[in-house]
């Protein structure tokens, strides 16, 4: 079991927006603004997309932005697009020096 | 820009120890980062296995803390990983990333490397 918790899947239209959670605890995403997005495509490497909870790294599509509210984090799609059909994950900081990764969410563009 | 790759034997013994080597290369391992280890079995989310900084401190994952090892070799500018006692629950793509150390997140990712545990 993860530590962070995800739902398994998401849908969406092409053009309408999503919105996956993100679920830690109080001494996880409560404690800490160090909660991270990642996208991943079968067999490929995880991209970084979302860092410091809604900062975008370079090269990154403003489609996609961060948000947290107490232990919830949230990744929002907007506009979808064919390409954002992928695995995504969260990360949080732990505390003590540790990383905790989410159970993963499959996006699904119908 | 900074690429990681990673090498080492792809298939390993169950009860046997699991070794890989990250190369790092169009930067130093010298550099403000976080050094680190992460794995994905078949089908299944990423885990963090562990990090090390180039003075040799390390961080591990405390439910695989006592089978892991992360090392550096900054002469060679890479860094490597031993897991013992595998089984084959430790059968997974593994990859070698940096973390950035102020945002704690992992910027540049190695492609991965399938490690299966069988006899």
């Known amino acids: 079991q993860s530590a962070l918790t995800q739902p398994a899947s998401v849908s969406g239209s092409p053009g309408q927006s999503i919105t996956i959670s993100c679920t830690g605890t109080s001494s996880d995403v409560g404690s800490y603004n160090l909660v991270s997005w990642y996208q991943q495509h079968p067999g490929k490497a995880p991209k970084l997309m979302i860092y410091e909870v809604s900062k975008r790294p370079s090269g990154v599509s403003n489609r996609f932005s961060g948000s947290k509210s107490g232990n919830t984090a949230s990744l929002t799609i907007s506009g979808l697009q064919a390409e954002d059909e992928a695995d995504y994950y969260c990360?949080?900081?732990?505390?003590?020096?540790?990383?905790?990764f989410g159970g993963g969410t499959k996006l699904t563009v119908l | 820009q900074v690429q990681l790759q990673e090498s080492g034997p792809g298939l390993v013994k169950p009860s046997g120890t699991l070794s890989l080597t990250c190369a790092v290369s169009?930067?130093?391992?010298?550099?403000?980062?976080?050094w680190s280890w992460v794995r994905q079995p078949p089908g299944k989310g990423l885990e963090w296995i562990g990090e090390i900084y180039h003075s040799g401190s390390t961080n591990y994952n405390p439910s695989l803390k006592s089978r892991v090892t992360i090392s550096v070799d900054k002469s060679k500018n890479q860094f490597s990983l031993k897991l013992s006692s595998v089984t084959a629950a430790d059968t997974a793509v593994y990859y070698c990333a940096r973390v950035e150390a102020v945002t704690m997140s992992v910027d540049v990712w190695g492609k991965g490397t399938t490690v299966t545990v069988s006899s």
């Open positions: 990360c949080s900081y732990a505390g003590s020096s540790t990383l905790e």
């Open positions: 169009g930067g130093s391992i010298s550099s403000s980062n976080w």
